[in-house]
């Protein structure tokens, strides 16, 4: 992938439905992914491609309440599992819900999945179902420093932008 990714202009109608960044766990990486699934849920003219941050889609995820975004984190056991990815009441509606709703505020919905390679083999099968069969208007977008711990099937349904390599600082000028 080119070092210019963020920086192209995107047919919003035309991105995957899957990315892997493989980026390290710093603050940089993650803001500059959260522009990019911002830009994705911005409900304004897509002119350009760079979300607007007045519409209620952007600030409702600057406020961390966008309906149509849902962000899934390692437990305490520093595993994601089943549960995570199904949802429970005491955490999350889970992406078969989020990804099944009909988007709330934006035209798409997003699920981020951090530290990815610490999915475990049942939430893996269950991602891989997903990623088969993606819902309409919806996209995963799962960072990783480790790849190689995922299955070789969810990477090869995934787009992979390796951001360590390419350095940051040119990836996505002005956000």
Same mark, same amino acid.
């Given at each position: ?32 992914? /959260? ?32 309906? /149509? ?8 056991? /520093?595993? !994601? ?23 709330? !505020? ?70």
């Amino acid at each position: 992938m080119k070092a210019n990714f963020f920086n192209k202009e995107f047919n919003f109608h035309n991105i995957s439905h899957a990315y892997l960044f493989e980026c390290k766990k710093s603050n940089e990486s993650h803001k500059l992914i /959260d522009s990019f699934i911002k830009t994705i849920l911005c409900t304004s003219i897509k002119e350009k491609s760079i979300f607007c941050d007045h519409c209620k889609s952007c600030k409702s995820f600057n406020g961390n309440s966008n309906p /149509d975004y849902l962000q899934i984190f390692p437990d305490e056991k /520093d595993k !994601i599992g089943i549960r995570s990815l199904r949802g429970d009441s005491d955490k999350n509606r889970g992406i078969i819900n989020v990804l099944n709703e009909t988007s709330l !505020i934006s035209n798409a919905k997003v699920i981020k999945i951090s530290c990815a390679e610490k999915l475990n083999e049942e939430a893996q099968n269950y991602l891989l179902k997903i990623l088969e069969e993606p819902p309409k208007n919806s996209h995963i977008i799962m960072l990783s420093s480790r790849p190689f711990k995922l299955k070789k099937t969810i990477l090869s349904r995934l787009i992979r932008i390796n951001l360590q390599r390419t350095g940051l600082k040119n990836e996505f000028n002005g956000i």
